[in-house]
């Protein structure tokens, strides 16, 4: 008999190898692994003997090898199709034909299922177990088993199987066993006639099968599909921007001259064209008369007007002369392609690339109106959009009150620049802002600014001179996680006089005016320290907002009635406004009348009783009437009898008999 037997070895010792002995790792996947290799061999043994298999107990036993049992039953089972081919094109034809579809008649197939039995053999103070395997038996021994050879373990096993020959041939007893033929719609879509469970495991594996092509859906659109349709769309408005005269096509970074009669009939809201060296930045920009606060077309929107995920590039709403404004706010998504303004983010992340930035320190913008047109960056920070994250620095500012305000809102933005640009600025320049998403913490910005060059300047920078700015100043959120402390921001004028500011070249005389930012606040940071949590965060007076009088203010008192504003005014603090009255009425068959007053402005309260005639506004109030349905009782009138009729006709010949007195006192009247 051709033995082979088999020592579990802990995970991690090195396994060695005889001609009728192996060692393999004591892991239940590692040994069915092991035996299904040594199954499917042409020579496999007629017995396996492991050893040291399980512990003492039949429980430890099956719980290691149940899985190998199951395994071994599969491997010589053949279970009989039951999987029917769906007619589709008979029920297309027959709901085509308005006639009952051919669907699938259930069927049954039976068949005599293998179930591997286990034998149970007795040892010294020990118990055994073997069990057939395709073509091989299979003996587990437990730990502390008696030290009986090969052999004689071999032949016990073989009486074991031969004396239960008649019952279990082959070490299986066979089962009758009976299975219905199903077609996929029967498989995967829940019938009347399956059970709860069927139905929610149903429900659920659609569910599942749905999430799952969504998802791959959205995979292949957003890594294959949208950036080759929005490549396909920028290729096509830069073949219509750089095509000349002839049909000639130019390179867009060497062409000083644009095509805009081209691109205004593609797109009238084409308000310029913006290129940066070494980027994927060449795109046109546009800008939509009915864009706010609440929603901006281009950000979902492509050139073309389509609805796009990569939108486009686009001025804000704020710069509200266009192009033309003394700050162009220009925004343009951060994909992962680097497309749009994903490339701003090459100047740097939380420190700044020098390399980079001396290879691009210039944009580049074209205009129908000024031609080739070159802005010197002179700042590229990052910016907090959720409060919780510092203060705010709010640079969506398109326009300013003074030259003042101007030039405190440039301060800011250079002392907040990862980068000391050799550029200088004063109060007459003109800047764009370009803005994009980057993720340097959650929801930042990455803004790059740049000046335009003046006239008879050159457009060359010294990039030399640059270098990157250690103190750069950043929301709370960055000294929270890297440590340090945020340097104090003082004011232009202030550092002027102190002699700080060295890129100013301007005239001091025309610095009239306020420097407030029309916008600025300061947010309570969360505290680093504990003793920082119970104090409150000063602010300078430049930030601190004035204190207003409540008592001075007016508010809105409006109380509505069946969807109508019944009152509708401004009222001084503390005035005494009477409610109107509100009057029952009928509509189909019920009744409505006045139930209680819906309030909003008057504290936790939310509602009101009706009784009261009168409120004192203190803020602004809104009420409107709450009514009680009320069904109205029908009562069924009695039909007439017939002295009814006659009481009627009594009454109609009086009255005939009376109205010709009547005339005839009006006559002798007259």
Known sequence: MNILVLSLVKPGKDKTEHSNRREVKDLPFMLSRSLKKILAQADAPELIIIENAFRKTEQDFRAKFAFIVNNAERSVQNLPNTRAKTDLKGIFKALKNREKPPFHQPETVTYERKKTHIFPIELNFATAYAFNAGKSRILALPEGAADLSPEELGERVSSVFAENSELYPDGYSLHDRTLRVTTFFERHIPLKRDSKNEVIRKSVMLAAMCVFVAAGYMLIDNLFLAPMQNAAVQSEIQTIAYQQEGGKTTSGKKSAKLNWKGLKATNSEIRGWITINDTQIDYPIVQHKGDNKDYQFYLHHNFKKESSAYGAIFIDYRSKKGMNSKNVVIHGHSMDDASMFGDLL???????????????????????????????????????????????????????????????????????????????????????????????????????????????????????????????????????????????????????????????????????????????????????????????????????????????????????????????????????????????????????????????????????????TSVIVRGNVRLSAVYKKTKIKTVSKPKPTKQAKTSKSKKTAEKATEAPKATEAGKGDE
């Open 346 to 612: 090459k100047y740097g992340r939380t420190s700044a690339d020098m390399g980079f930035y001396k290879k691009a320190p210039v944009v580049k913008i074209n205009t129908p109106k000024n031609g080739a047109e070159t802005y010197k960056i002179i700042s590229v920070f990052k910016s907090n959009v959720y409060t919780h994250q510092g203060e705010y620095f709010d640079f969506y500012n398109g326009s300013f009150k003074s030259k003042a305000q101007f030039m405190n809102y440039v301060y800011n933005l250079r002392i907040r620049s990862l980068i000391n640009c050799p550029v200088t600025v004063n109060e007459r320049d003109q800047l764009i802002t370009l803005v994009t998403c980057s993720y340097e913490f959650p929801k930042f910005r990455t803004v790059v600014v740049a000046r335009k060059c003046r006239k008879n300047e050159s457009a060359s920078v010294d990039v030399g001179a640059a270098k990157p700015n250690g103190s750069a100043v950043w929301p709370q959120c960055y000294y929270s996680r890297y440590g340090g402390t945020r340097p104090t921001i003082s004011t232009f004028k202030k550092e002027l006089k102190k002699g700080k500011i060295k890129w100013y070249d301007g005239n001091k005389k025309l610095l009239k005016g306020s420097e407030q930012l029309p916008t600025s606040y300061k947010i309570p940071t969360e505290p680093t320290t504990a003793t920082e949590s119970t104090t409150q965060p000063t602010t300078t007076k430049a930030t601190q907002k004035p204190t207003i009088d409540p008592k001075k203010q007016s508010y809105t008192i409006r109380v509505k009635n069946r969807g109508k504003y019944v009152i509708n005014k401004k009222v001084k603090y503390n005035t005494k406004v009477k409610l109107p009255k509100i009057k029952s009425f009928k509509k189909g068959s019920y009744t409505y009348s006045l139930k209680k007053w819906r309030v909003k402005g008057f504290g936790k309260r939310k509602y009101i009783s009706k009784g009261i």
